[in-house]
């Protein structure tokens, strides 16, 4: 499969804890996202890595967000402390060009 | 915020054509549109874009008006498998301005 991948697929965490969630690109796809999906609501945009910099973040990244991407291949999101509120699906999705592709993204479900 | 307003909701019969609207009159210059559509449980999934030409692919068409303050996309032949939300969204190409916002879609539902 040479789509995006993210992993988990799903995690279940404690309030409190911190979780890590991961994402592979497509192969020599330069740009990175990673959106937010809520029940309901498209997906919201929360950063942005062109290879390794990351170039733009959202107000919706709060201090406990934090994303990295080293050598500009895979990234990963971290959330601090995580809150009921952070329960949602994450998405990440890779470009080089016009297209974005999505990957299956990873649900969150913090009890 | 969204640049796009599309209607929440619409249905289609299985083999006719689904015609979906979408308003972007604040659209720039330099803005393209984009659809996308994501079917339950799954990642958004790219459809078409276009800047100011009709546009058309193996999936669907877009239809841009002379004014690109509107555009249509169309399914020719609606499948059961092509119920899903879909998402209008204008979006720059290239830089800081490349990321893209979506709005709440239109949930397509296609019924035998």
């Known amino acids: 499969d040479t789509g995006v991948s993210q992993n988990p697929r799903h995690k279940i965490t404690k309030r409190g804890q911190n979780v890590t969630f991961r994402c592979d690109p497509i192969?020599?796809?330069?740009?990175l996202y990673w959106y937010r999906q809520t029940l309901g609501q498209g997906p919201e945009f929360l950063t942005y890595?062109?290879?390794?910099?990351?170039?733009?973040k959202s107000r919706l990244l709060s201090d406990r967000f934090s994303a990295e991407r080293p050598k500009g291949s895979f990234s990963t999101l971290e959330i601090q402390r995580t809150e009921q509120g952070d329960s949602a699906m994450y998405l990440c999705?890779?470009?080089?060009?016009?297209?974005?592709?999505f990957g299956q993204g990873t649900r969150l479900t913090v009890v | 915020d969204a640049k796009t307003t599309q209607p929440t909701s619409m249905d289609c019969a299985e083999g006719r054509a689904a015609n979906l609207p979408c308003n972007h009159s604040?659209?720039?210059?330099?803005?393209?549109v984009y659809w996308y559509r994501q079917i339950h449980s799954q990642g958004p999934q790219y459809i078409i874009h276009g800047l100011k030409n009709n546009e058309t692919n193996e999936m669907a068409s877009l239809i841009i008006t002379e004014d690109r303050k509107s555009s249509t996309l169309i399914l020719p032949h609606a499948t059961l498998r092509d119920t899903a939300v879909y998402y209008c969204?204008?979006?720059?190409?290239?830089?800081?301005?490349?990321?893209?916002?979506f709005g709440k879609g239109t949930k397509l539902s296609v019924k035998p």
């Open positions: 969204i204008v979006r720059a190409l290239g830089g800081s301005q490349g990321n893209l916002i």
């Open positions: 999705a890779s470009t080089a060009g016009a297209e974005a592709f």
């Open positions: 192969s020599e796809h330069n740009r």
């Open positions: 890595f062109q290879n390794e910099a990351q170039l733009e």
């Open positions: 604040t659209i720039s210059g330099n803005e393209y």
